[in-house]
């Protein structure tokens, strides 16, 4: 089923407890629309409400799973058709479906920065012939403002950054010797006032890391990833 319209972006940001309670999983919200949002790469699956117009989106495919859902399944259908960019599952009980595709996945934590400094510039690195944002895994036993701002500084070189409040948490799922696993990354604002000289982390692929104008944002914005693209859309910055 196809619906002929646009996609509206996100606004305020909300929360709530996972039931295993090790986690904060985070939603998005705009005026009364409720989902959540798991990439595969550049592609996403969608958990939204039945007959919510963010269903209006011509690229998109709707899909009604029974009782039983594997993840497999939307993995194919990802592989098989390759011009396929969102599939979208209503259901009246938003959590409860995201819980569902949670525990098919071995789940794990993350943290990361928007950083700014005094200019206005933001820091963005280059990873895999990719611009992305600084981040990586939370340690065991680790806040994960902690692991926020440590990757920042890991990954970037840069040290004594201010941490500012939380933006969004992303999920993004990806295969890894035949496991599934779901990636909730939590991102930072995070401002920056001291000169240093950027030093990428080449062990983690790292190839540069920059600071860039906010002029001068669209170009590296069409080399980055969808996920990357919601933390700026959701950031104050």
């Known amino acids: 089923m196809i619906f002929i319209g646009n996609w509206r972006s996100f606004g305020k940001v909300g929360g709530w407890k996972c039931e295993n309670q090790k986690f904060l999983c985070m939603f998005a919200c705009f005026n009364e629309v409720y989902m959540h949002k798991i990439y595969f790469e550049n592609r996403c699956i969608i958990i939204c409400e039945f007959g919510n117009e963010a269903l209006a989106d011509s690229n998109a495919v709707i899909f009604h799973p029974g009782e039983r859902m594997d993840i497999s399944t939307f993995a194919s259908m990802f592989e098989v058709t390759k011009s396929l960019s969102k599939i979208y599952i209503p259901t009246s009980d938003i959590d409860a479906m995201y819980k569902n595709l949670c525990a098919q996945f071995k789940e794990v934590n993350a943290a990361g920065g928007l950083v700014v400094n005094r200019r206005g510039d933001y820091l963005l690195i280059k990873r895999n012939a990719k611009w992305d944002l600084p981040k990586g895994h939370q340690e065991a036993g680790e806040d994960i403002r902690v692991t926020a701002v440590r990757e ?28 599934w696993h779901l990636k909730h990354t939590w991102w930072y604002e995070m401002l920056y006032n001291a000169p240093v000289d950027l030093i990428p982390q080449r062990e983690e692929d790292i190839s540069k890391a920059a600071w860039v104008a906010k002029s001068s944002l669209p170009p590296f914005l069409k080399n980055t990833y969808p996920s990357i693209l919601e933390v700026f859309r959701e950031s104050r910055l």
């Open 152 to 179: 920042v500084e890991e990954e970037t070189g840069v040290d004594k950054l201010e941490l500012g409040p939380l933006i969004c948490v992303t999920d993004h799922c990806y295969l890894r010797d035949g496991v």
